[in-house]
């Protein structure tokens, strides 16, 4: 395999011809600089290298260009090589312009013109690209190819891991000509469904999505016994936190037991969030958070559940539900919450099988055509009924309560009422399931009409109030009668300190009633439930972190 590719699209000869010139001095001995003076020609570029399984590592686009601007390139381009990573080199009076479209395309990074010197202003940002598509794997593999059944909860279950962990995948069902092609070489019989075949080739018969993760180069096994820092919980407050501990060079390690990004990272939009003011996808913002807190050497570890809390000394020990401990000097609790299971008859046998908990996005595109109900009346409902009105023949959106005002932003009210085919009855609920190996009808009850119903449904995603699932932390920090745990402020009756508090000060405010226990995000009793101060209360548990260690 020949060098990999900087790719660069000006349609300025004498900029094409610096920019080139400047890679070529710093990169020329590992990468192939390849030029290019319209996205025309560049896109032609592209085509040929695939054809010729080459790499690219970098594409670097003008953004002013006649015929095709460099974010409409870029777009184009990531169809081909979606690993590569993108920067957009822009003169300062297109900036406002380049960044709004930056958050609609993943692009990188912006430069400015002109990048002199190149020391400063060109070779750090390309440096920190170049690192980024190393670390993701420094090639265009082949995707993982997974050979499933429609309707089974095991082969769902593979398939939201891989798509929730961004891990490209290809999936065939176990009837289609080329699923058949690869049970066939396999040697797999029907009992190995799912059958996960890895980018290198291999076959893993019914494997558990420990074995997935492994085989997809997601790390399962912390790398030492201690760390100054573990947190439990891979959502934005675990990931904030994991992006300032490496940052501030504590050994940091975060655990997660199913895929990093948490409730955000299954946010088909996410409007509110500063910085990003057309919105940035949840599994954006998670490949973002992700990579920062790599750069910062914060260790992830991929579906680990913890499942138990103890002190030994001023040491902090978690145990693993699949065996083995990890310690640390502090814990920072980070677990967010999950969605309450809705309770109707059939319902519990359905899971997997046409009732989704959440925003199942891997089920968009087969949503095509179908009735799909979405169960809830926050946010979450309301972007997933966007969501999946892209798709489905229509959408309906059930709400228990008299209206959405109350639960669900003003925004997100005033799209739903543009969307043609999303429909939103409130005072309703489901009260059963049916279907012969998957869901085909609901019967919903309607208490404003007074009437009692059942509906053609393929699709069924419930967004209904959300609990902490903290029970297995036992005793050992308190927490209120929800489950969410209590912190700071919180812990003090009358000014008295928990029982068995043993230092000299009150908790920190994200302090837990152990010391060197901490809870940041959804998981905090009294937290706000959003993406933007979950991660500013994973930031400020870091900090106080440093003034726990300080004192120890
Ligand atoms: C579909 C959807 C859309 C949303 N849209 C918005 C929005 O537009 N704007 C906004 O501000 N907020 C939005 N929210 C709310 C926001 O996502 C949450 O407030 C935020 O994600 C909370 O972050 P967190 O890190 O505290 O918890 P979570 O995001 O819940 O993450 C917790 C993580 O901990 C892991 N975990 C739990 N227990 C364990 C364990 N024992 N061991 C290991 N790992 C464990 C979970 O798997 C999970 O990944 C949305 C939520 C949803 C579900």
């Given at each position: ?159 939201d891991f891989?798509a929730r962990n961004l ?67 891979g ?21 997660e037991?199913q895929a990093v990004g948490g409730?955000?990272g ?20 998670t ?15 991929n ?250």
């Open positions: 395999m020949g060098q990999p590719a900087i790719l660069t699209v000006d349609d300025d000869p004498s900029v094409s011809r610096a920019i080139a010139r400047d890679l070529r001095r710093r990169y020329a001995d590992r990468y192939r600089v390849i030029r290019a003076g319209s996205a025309a020609e560049a896109l032609d570029v592209l085509k040929e290298l695939k054809l010729r399984g080459g790499r690219v590592a970098v594409m670097l686009a003008d953004y002013r260009m006649p015929q095709m601007n460099g974010i409409e390139f870029l777009e184009q381009a990531m169809d081909l090589f979606p690993r590569a990573r993108r920067a957009l080199l822009t003169a300062y009076a297109d900036t406002d312009a380049a960044i709004q479209a930056i958050n609609l395309v993943d692009v990188d990074h912006y430069l400015l013109k002109p990048w002199d010197p190149p020391e400063e202003k060109l070779y750090p940002v390309l440096d920190e690209l170049i690192d980024a598509w190393q670390a993701a794997g420094d090639q265009e593999l082949p995707d993982v190819r997974v050979v499933g059944h429609r309707w089974s909860e095991p082969s769902f279950q593979i398939r891989l891990v490209p995948y290809k999936y065939f069902g176990a009837d289609e000509p080329e699923g058949r092609r690869l049970m066939e070489a396999a040697d797999a019989g029907p009992e190995s469904i799912p059958l996960v075949v890895t980018a290198d080739g291999r076959a893993l018969p019914r494997p558990s999505v420990q074995e997935v993760a492994a085989a997809a180069g997601l790390s399962t096994s912390p790398g030492r016994d201690f760390y100054d820092l573990i947190i439990v919980g959502g934005p407050a675990g990931l904030g936190a994991a992006v300032y501990g490496g940052s501030e060079g504590l050994k940091t390690l975060l655990i037991r409730q955000a299954q946010s088909s939009r996410i409007e509110n969030y500063l910085g990003f003011p057309d919105g940035i996808s949840g599994a954006q913002l490949d973002r958070a992700r990579r920062q807190a790599d750069k910062f050497a914060a260790e992830t570890l579906t680990r559940e913890v499942v138990g809390i103890r002190t030994d000394g001023s040491a902090r020990t978690l145990t693993f539900a699949d065996g083995g401990e990890v310690s640390a000097h502090a814990v920072l609790l980070a677990t967010g919450v999950s969605y309450r299971p809705l309770v109707a008859e059939g319902v519990a046998g359905m899971t997997g099988s046409g009732v989704f908990y959440g925003s199942a996005s891997t089920e968009g595109p087969a949503c095509a055509g179908s009735e799909v109900y979405i169960v809830g009346g926050a946010n979450s409902a309301g972007q997933a009924a966007l969501f999946f009105a892209k798709y489905a023949r229509r959408v309906t959106l059930l709400v228990r309560g008299d209206s959405l005002e109350s639960s669900m932003s003003y925004y997100l009210i005033q799209q739903l009422a543009q969307v043609a085919n999303i429909e939103v009855r409130t005072r309703c609920q489901v009260v059963g399931a049916h279907g012969e190996g998957h869901l085909q009808a609901i019967t919903i009850c309607d208490d404003k009409q007074g009437t009692r119903a059942t509906v053609e449904c393929g699709y069924l995603f419930v967004f209904i109030g959300a609990e902490p699932r903290t029970d297995w932390l036992g005793d050992v920090v308190l927490r209120d009668e929800k489950g969410f745990v209590r912190t700071g402020p919180d812990l003090l009756v009358n000014g008295v300190r928990p029982r068995g508090w043993d230092r000299e000060r009150d908790p920190f405010y994200l302090e837990s009633s152990v010391p060197g226990i901490f809870a940041a995000g959804d998981v905090r009793a009294n937290s706000i439930k959003r993406v933007a101060s979950a991660v500013g209360e994973g930031a400020m548990a870091v900090a106080l972190v440093h003034r726990y260690l300080e004192a120890q």
